[in-house]
């Protein structure tokens, strides 16, 4: 079945940095785009970042902008978060999803990880 | 970026109501906004697509319309299982931008 699976959460002090990983199984990765979105404790849902199914193309919400960066590497299906100086404001809940559509990025999320804590304290 | 203002930010309503959310956007966005919904502890689910466009095993007491600025998800008989949080999210344009969410709770 179509699943996404996310890993590399966890502790980490302010300006240091964390990847992040999202394992895709059950369809064919390379013809949809990826995105990250996230959620802070008890907050709503904030988009982070997207790449196009290629990865030739990649945009971010201005709160990450310059310190994340998406890729994805689609012989092994995966998609990445690189995320560094990070700041308390980026503890959150990270969730990797697909695009509902292959190659038409405004037609929804349809498929969501399970998602991966990230906790930004010293 | 385009904002999203969704409201109510939470609503209490009874099984069997008929319930509407709504978002506005700081600008046109056509038809370009899907509704999500969030359970406790759980990823967010798709619901519309497009505006108005039902996802695939999504009951259809589940509804969305607008465009341009304005629209709405209609919820049209509740459910116990429907009792979660509400989102919107406008893909017109990058960055994306979700509204604030509403929480919807047994009354």
């Known amino acids: 079945q179509v699943q996404l699976v996310e890993s590399g959460g966890g502790v980490v002090q302010p300006g240091r940095s964390l990847r992040l990983s999202c394992a895709a199984s059950g369809f064919t990765f390379s013809s949809y785009g990826m995105y990250w979105v996230r959620q802070a404790p008890g907050k709503g849902l904030e988009w982070v970042a997207v790449?196009?199914?290629?990865?030739?193309?990649?945009y971010y919400a201005d709160s990450v902008k310059g310190r994340f960066t998406i890729s994805r590497d689609n012989s092994k299906n995966t998609l990445y978060l690189q995320m560094n100086s990070l700041r308390a404001e980026d503890t959150a809940v990270y969730y990797c999803a697909k695009d509902l559509i292959a190659n038409i990025d405004n037609y929804g999320m349809d498929v969501w990880g399970q998602g991966t804590t990230v906790t930004v304290s010293s | 970026a385009i904002q999203m203002t969704q409201s109510p930010s939470s609503l209490s309503a009874s099984v069997g109501d008929r319930v509407t959310i709504t978002c506005r956007a700081s600008q046109g966005i056509r038809n370009d906004l899907g509704w999500y919904q969030q359970k406790p502890g759980k990823a967010p689910k798709l619901l519309i697509y497009?505006?108005?466009r039902l996802q695939s095993g999504v009951p259809s007491r589940f509804s969305g319309s607008g465009s341009g600025t304005d629209f709405t998800l209609t919820i049209s008989s509740l459910q116990p299982e429907d009792f979660a949080a509400y989102y919107c999210l406008q893909d017109y344009t990058y960055p994306y931008t979700f509204g604030q969410g509403t929480k919807l709770e047994i009354k």
């Open positions: 790449i196009s199914y290629d990865g030739s193309n990649n």
């Open positions: 497009a505006a108005s």
